[in-house]
């Protein structure tokens, strides 16, 4: 997976995150699903293609990480950012 794809991933999870959950703590609770999916992929993926193992296949689980959980938090933010506006919009301010 690229880059780009990972982020998109994490941004369209955490934007589901950020509408559905009312309270911060559960939203945050569910945003660690990502870093945990991406690892279960990623020993998916090298499970299943053993004849593309490189020496430097390990770090697959050190790079992959970051990207679809920054994609997460931004995704969350705008989920929250949108459902506080829809609340404000409902109580007429």
């Known amino acids: 997976m ?17 509408l559905a959950f009312r309270s911060h703590k ?14 279960a992929y990623v ?7 053993p004849e593309n193992l490189r020496s430097t296949s390990g770090l697959d689980f050190v790079f992959s990480l970051p990207w679809p959980s920054m994609g997460a938090m ?3 933010l705008v989920g929250i950012a ?4 829809v ?4 109580n007429g301010n």
Do not use: M, S
Not at 43 to 49: E, G, S, Y
Not at 82 to 85: K, L, M, P
């Open 82 to 85: 949108i459902r506080y506006a």
């Open 26 to 39: 559960l939203g945050c609770a569910a945003l660690w699903i990502v870093p945990i999916a991406v690892f």
């Open 2 to 18: 690229t880059i780009e794809t990972l982020l998109f991933a994490g941004v369209i999870f955490g934007l589901i995150v950020g």
């Open 87 to 90: 609340v404000e919009k409902r």
């Open 43 to 49: 020993d998916w993926w090298q499970n299943a293609h």
């Open 74 to 76: 931004g995704g969350y």
